[in-house]
């Protein structure tokens, strides 16, 4: 038993460190969509059009994708702290140097640079999660964490929206940037990865288990292992289906989609993308608790999964919306769309706890994987549609939206491949 001195010690550590990566995570979500909201002033300053606006777009995603597993390996070595505060720093430089671009590749480099950085905040806050709370709240805590990322996407909709009507958007990215660099300032000094690190005892000794074995320094066996497990993968697949129709379609298509094939302007429009990220953020909190109950993941799902697919149906056909129907079906994207979040509850329960860092980063891959192909790939099909003009019409932007709907059946089919793990670490002896 711990002293009270020690539980207090525990639990403002333990605080602190999610509190610091949350915020770094904020600061992913914002960068990830932002570019929705300012699709028209990028397409003007840079004179480019939907594909090339796709390609600026992803050149995040590329870079977010290549940094997957290195992420996992580092955060299974080195430790979260201190791949946070660098890419923290290197994020800021990045949003910097994008808002101060004056041609399509500067700010190219720009956004790579941001993806470079913003690519560790994720895996290290699971990381983070997984040392600092007890496992049977670990689906809980990923719902919260995207619960609390969502609030940067959130920010990137309509209040972004807004605000670039007041100052310009590159303003509003040198700020993000200055912010980036001090609160990779803040979790340097403030961050510890495990318990060990400040002399307590791990979570596993104070429920009365043995300790894990000690991080090896040997990660490539390691990420052999995980790589080698046939059930580390349809995890993948699933979010590189689900969350990379998301992520595209929240982080650049939405808004476009509805000004241009529904005649919005561009304030409704980001309310409806603002309302959807809203609604899968709170999702994402009550799904992860709703599975961490049930102990089920495979169920939930699928059930969501499936509504996720039919939501696109009547964007891929162009159908008329009212204003009621297109907040109820952002406000049902956003709801089922949270399927993909159990993805990294159930990686890590079919593999080693002390790689879960590579477990989580593996199957994320296909979250950024997805959008860095369905992003350019919707800004192609759509100007192959356009016949000419500059403005997309309703027609070709429905088009796009087939890329999308061909992305929810892959993850549809991939979550039938899961490994049930019934909320429990399936290489565990009591498993």
């Known amino acids: 038993m711990l002293s009270a001195e020690n539980t207090r010690l ?65 955060a299974d070595t080195l430790g979260p702290k201190r791949i946070v505060a660098l890419g923290g720093v290197i994020a800021g430089i990045g949003s910097i140097v994008f808002a101060q671009a004056d041609t399509l590749g500067v700010a190219v480099i720009g956004r790579a640079l941001v993806g ?68 990779a300032t803040l979790t340097w000094l403030r961050v510890r990865d495990r318990p060990e690190d400040a002399g307590l005892p791990t979570l596993r000794e104070l429920s009365g288990k043995a300790a894990h074995a000690p991080r090896t320094s040997d990660w490539r066996a390691g990420l052999r292992q995980v790589a080698g497990n046939r059930s580390s993968w349809p995890g993948l697949f699933v979010n590189t289906g689900i969350a990379g129709s998301f992520f595209s379609f929240a982080g650049l298509w939405g808004v476009p989609y509805l000004m241009n094939a529904h005649g919005m302007d561009r304030t409704l429009a980001a309310q409806h993308a603002t309302l959807m990220l809203v609604v899968f953020a709170f999702s994402c909190l009550f799904v992860g608790r709703l599975s961490d109950r049930l102990q089920r993941r495979k169920p939930v799902m699928l059930v969501l999964a499936t509504v996720y697919l039919l939501c696109w149906l009547p964007l891929m056909l162009g159908s008329a ?29 079919v593999n080693p706890p002390a790689l879960s860092g590579m ?35 309703a027609d070709a932007m429905a088009s796009g939206m087939w890329v999308f709907g061909a992305a929810a059946l892959l993850g549809l089919v991939a979550v039938t491949f899961v490994r049930e793990t019934h909320g429990r670490n399936l290489t565990e002896p009591h498993a």
């Open 116 to 183: 470079l950085g913003v690519s560790f905040p994720f895996i290290a806050l699971l990381k983070i999660n997984a040392a600092w709370f007890p496992e049977r709240q670990f689906a809980t805590l990923s719902g919260l964490t995207m619960f609390i990322g969502n609030l940067g996407a959130a920010f990137a909709a309509t209040p972004l929206a807004w605000l670039v009507g007041v100052i310009s958007w590159r303003t509003v990215f040198v700020c993000m940037g200055l912010l980036s660099i001090a609160l």
């Open 321 to 349: 919306l009212s204003p009621l129907a297109g907040y109820a079906l952002f406000a049902l994207i956003g709801v089922s769309a949270s399927a993909f979040t159990l993805s990294w509850a159930c990686a890590k329960e």
């Open 10 to 74: 525990l639990i403002r550590l333990r605080w602190t460190a999610f509190s610091l990566l949350a915020c770094a995570y904020v600061l992913v979500f914002f960068h990830r969509t932002a570019p929705a909201a300012i699709a028209g002033e990028l397409t003007r300053d840079f004179a480019v059009g939907p594909a090339s606006l796709g390609v600026l777009a992803a050149s995040y995603f590329w870079i977010y994708t290549l940094m997957q597993i290195p992420t996992g390996v580092l």
């Open 359 to 393: 477990a989580t980063s593996l199957v994320n891959t296909g979250c950024f994987l997805g959008a860095a192909i369905e992003q350019p790939l919707v800004g192609w099909v759509i100007e192959r549609h356009m016949g000419g003009p500059m403005q997309p019409s």
